[in-house]
């Protein structure tokens, strides 16, 4: 049976490209069908549509986050775990850092890679008594303002309403999400491991505006009280909010699984990203 591959590419970038390049060339040499749904065009690598990737074993993914975010919205609805090789900057999903591009082939090769599962979001946007936008996230939704004044945002939890603000915005993270755009803006590092969500305003004009951590099973829902907002999920998908519109945010049916060359620790991840100072942090 053929084995089959799909690559995503950040090739804005010529280290990714270059990289692609030569993993596609040893991928190929050992039997691999290499498959991209982008405008990749390098030897070894078709150019297919989205339905003909159901096939692939694993996605390799040559880029920081933001290439894993789009790696994530591709193998929606499938089963296909991302393998993340970073070429970014923090790139707390992109697992890999300083192997060999024979090291990363070989793990595919020999498929001695492992696999975690991440909860996702899922987002509607109702307007008028209907939706009109539905959507997923991995990392985290927003709900921001569109324009220079501040967005009038009136938040509910599990149908209780918890506060009213007048702020920049609203984040709501999963575990993935919590290392990324909610924890610059103040907001708790989850383990991925645990089950919950981090639901915080951004800058906002109030005496309570302390980030929440939520069961993954609330239901949160944000009302829009100003003239216009924007939604966006995973920084990628966005669509424009007006005045009474509803969005509800839930724990998605679906998840997405991340692989690694091994089992990893987040522990040791945290330190070696942020640079934490776990020796002689007291002077000693």
């Known amino acids: 049976m053929t084995r089959s591959l799909l690559l995503v590419v950040n090739d804005s970038r010529p280290q990714a490209v270059s990289a692609a390049t030569e993993m596609a060339a040893i991928l190929h040499k050992a039997g691999l069908t290499l498959l991209t749904v982008g405008n990749l065009k390098i030897d070894h690598v078709s150019q297919v549509a989205l339905t003909d990737i159901s096939e692939c074993e694993i996605a390799l993914v040559l880029g920081g986050d933001g290439t894993i975010l789009r790696g994530a919205e591709i193998v929606q609805n499938t089963n296909i775990p991302l393998l993340g090789i970073n070429l970014g900057h923090v790139g707390f999903l992109a697992e890999v850092e300083k192997a060999a591009i024979s090291e990363i082939a070989k793990a595919i090769i020999d498929k001695s890679y492992v696999t975690d599962s991440r909860l996702l979001l899922a987002v509607s946007v109702e307007r008028a008594g209907k939706i009109v936008n539905e959507g997923f996230a991995l990392n985290e939704v927003t709900v921001e303002r569109s324009e220079t004044a501040m967005v009038e945002l009136f938040l509910q939890i599990d149908n209780r309403p918890i506060s009213r603000w007048g702020c920049d915005g609203l984040i709501c993270a999963t575990p ?6 909610a924890f610059s803006a103040g907001g708790p590092i989850i383990w991925p491991e645990v089950e919950a969500l981090v639901v915080l305003p951004i800058a906002a004009h109030a005496l309570f505006a302390k980030p929440l951590v939520i069961s993954p099973d609330s239901r949160v829902v944000v009302d829009i009280e100003s003239k216009s907002a924007v939604l966006s999920a995973d920084g ?3 669509f424009p909010l ?6 509800t945010i839930v724990r998605n049916e679906q ?17 070696a990203k942020f640079k934490l100072p776990v020796e002689g942090w007291r002077g000693e």
């Open 176 to 181: 993935t999400g919590s290392t990324a755009y």
């Open 236 to 238: 990628l998908r966005k």
């Open 242 to 247: 007006l005045a009474k519109d509803r969005i």
């Open 255 to 271: 998840r997405v699984r991340l692989a690694h060359l091994k089992e990893t620790n987040f522990s040791d991840r945290l330190v």
